[in-house]
């Protein structure tokens, strides 16, 4: 995994906050069960991308509460990363992706959907920087929601 330093820890609004440095390491897959669910719901989408370009099988169980958020979160990320040539598998309670990793494969462009869910279209916008074409993603002013210049920042971190 990433080599990871947590600094200056503190809170803020009443929020556990610090600072990390990161370094980068090839992605792997992993399992994630039921006990982690909770804690990841926002998470979801970003780590389904995550996984498509991990090496190996990501397993996630136990999830069956990401159904009734903003969209059915299993079935979008299925159906979107399909579109983009991930190698999805839906199951009752979760996913299974085996992904692209040391293949050295990449996500193709796509026109995908948000199904109005703004974690959902973020996810897909990083999943669109990943792949051999471009990618259009329809109803994104829902990002709004819960990160306003989500698209001016990401540009500004690509071009800087």
């Not at 079935?75 to 299974?96: C, N, Q, W």
């Not at 990793?101 to 996810?123: E, I």
């Amino acid at each position: 995994g990433a080599d990871i330093q947590v600094t200056n820890e503190r809170d803020e609004a009443g929020e556990p906050v610090a600072d990390l440095l990161v370094r980068s390491a090839p992605l792997h897959g992993i399992r994630i069960g039921a006990e982690w669910i909770p804690r990841m719901i926002d998470e979801f989408p970003i780590l389904c991308v995550a996984a498509a370009m991990a090496d190996g099988e990501t397993v996630i169980t136990g999830a069956e509460e990401l159904r009734v958020k903003e969209s059915d979160r299993i079935a979008t990320m299925v159906s979107e990363l399909r579109k983009m040539g991930a190698r999805v598998t839906e199951t009752p309670d979760g996913l299974i992706v085996q992904g692209l990793g040391k293949s050295g494969g990449r996500l193709r462009g796509a026109a995908c959907m948000s199904h109005g869910d703004h974690r959902v279209a973020m996810a897909l916008a990083i999943a669109g920087l990943t792949a051999d074409t471009s990618t259009t993603i329809d109803e994104t002013a829902c990002i709004e929601t819960s990160f306003p210049g989500f698209y001016d920042k990401l540009l500004k971190l690509l071009t800087t």
